[in-house]
């Protein structure tokens, strides 16, 4: 069984066009019903504001994999000096359900979550009626995920940003990068600033309610990666509500459950993430309507990623073998 830690997700690298790829897979796999993938339960104790989460899922095709993540995140983490996330992956074999590899690594969630950000990155691209044109971006909130965000969209848009605002309740990190950047990264001084020229907006924060009331640029593609950024007040603004899971999505105070609990939005009225890449649900798109996603996480993305690095490693040769 190979044991894989941050270091060795690390010694691998991302390489964000296979990240989206296997996620685009993904996709169409749970399209066409091969997958499963239970709703995840959430054990709470103590500290209601802590929770861990269990992800089960199989994904068939050519991926194969089978396995759970282990997710625990406790915000006063951070008060204490120490990671709010930790999470532990497990792949068992399909055939004999033998544990294959544990992947002991909050990076690899990370790199999941802005891999999915990507793909609806990559569907906004091909909805744009100029393919030359270019994108002010907004990102609010500056941690691991904001950070990774950050590094995905200079992969996935090269020559395409004119400028990167961002903004941080705390401090924005300073982030080093191997040669010049052909744009600027602003730091600014509120949300507002990095939201209202933004034709591509992110939250990466750790918002427990919305605070996001304004209406977001026309045309613009708002990716609601925290959830409980956006008051309710904003549904108006959105002329298509994309989710990866309704299900999943609409609980847990997120910004799409207090929708549903206030503004009457129902399933019917949003988009799965497979409708829109694979029945062209947004093929009407025009320079005026908006997009905003809500992806609460589902866990056949995370498989196919642990899955991914799982190949990876041991193509390389990497990882600690450990006794069965």
């Not at 590899?101 to 609806?120: F, H, K």
């Not at 298509?240 to 609990?261: A, L, Q, Y």
């Not at 399933?267 to 905003?292: D, G, R, W």
Request: hydrophobic content about 40%; proline content about 5%.
């Amino acid at each position: 069984m190979l044991y894989l830690t941050d270091k060795e997700i690390e010694s691998v690298g991302i390489n964000w066009s296979d990240v989206t790829n296997v996620l685009h897979e993904t996709v169409n796999l749970v399209h066409k019903g091969l997958f499963a993938q239970p709703l995840k339960p959430y054990l709470r104790y103590g500290d209601k504001a802590n929770r861990i989460i269990a992800m089960p899922a199989f994904v068939d095709g050519d991926i194969n994999a089978a396995g759970i993540k282990w997710i625990a995140s406790f915000p006063k983490n951070l008060e204490r000096g120490i990671k709010r996330a930790h999470s532990i992956t497990i792949l068992n074999n399909t055939e004999s359900g033998e544990p294959q590899c544990i992947v002991n690594s909050s990076l690899i969630s990370g790199i999941r979550t802005a891999g999915v950000s990507g793909l609806m990155i990559n569907k906004f691209l091909e909805l744009q009626s100029d393919p030359t044109r270019s994108f002010n971006v907004g990102l609010c909130g500056m941690g691991p995920i904001g950070v990774l965000h950050l590094k995905m969209l200079m992969d996935l848009l090269p020559g395409r940003i004119n400028k990167i605002c961002v903004f941080d309740i705390k401090t924005v990190p300073q982030i080093k990068f191997a040669s010049p950047l052909p744009f600027e990264i602003i730091k600014c001084a509120s949300w507002q600033e990095t939201f209202r020229s933004a034709d591509i907006f992110i939250t990466c924060t750790t918002s427990k309610e919305g605070y996001i009331n304004e209406r977001p640029r026309k045309g613009s593609l708002q990716l609601n990666i925290s959830l409980r950024d956006y008051k309710p007040e904003c549904r108006p603004y959105m002329d298509f509500i994309v989710v990866d899971d309704w299900e999943e999505v609409c609980r847990e105070n997120t910004d799409i459950e207090i929708m549903h609990k206030t503004q009457n939005l129902v399933k019917s009225e949003t988009l799965s993430l497979s409708q829109v890449l694979f029945e062209n649900k947004i093929a009407i798109h025009s320079k005026e309507q908006t997009i905003m996603f809500n992806p609460m996480g589902m866990a056949v993305f995370d498989i196919a990623m642990a899955s991914l690095y799982y190949k990876k490693a041991i193509s390389r040769k990497i990882g600690i073998s450990l006794p069965s």
